[in-house]
């Protein structure tokens, strides 16, 4: 994939999973949404499973399973630091 594409996946993934548990902005979106195709990819491999879509629509849905996950563990930090501050 070439740049604009991982921008693209990542900003749709990031958005969507930041509309899901609460997003960082648009760019902290983008940047969440890269990582979680990183991240998703790690799960469904780990996991044994593939995506029940092929393409693009595929490589969506893992980035944005990994960014859910990316931000649930990402307030769950920064939640826990609120606290002890």
């Keep these: 994939m070439d740049l604009l594409t991982w921008l ?3 900003l ?3 958005v ?12 902290g979106n983008i ?8 991240v998703g990819g790690w799960i469904f491999a780990q996991l044994g499973v593939t ?7 595929g490589t969506i849905f893992t980035a944005f399973v990994g960014a ?7 307030n769950l ?7 002890a501050v």
């Design 8 to 10: 693209i996946v990542g």
């Design 51 to 57: 995506t029940p879509f092929g393409g693009l629509a």
């Design 31 to 38: 940047v969440v949404g890269i990582v979680g195709a990183f």
């Design 16 to 27: 969507l999973a930041g509309l899901l548990v609460g997003g960082v902005g648009l760019i």
């Design 68 to 74: 859910v996950v990316l931000l649930v563990i990402l």
């Design 12 to 14: 749709i993934a990031g």
């Design 77 to 83: 930090v920064t939640r826990g630091r609120r606290r």
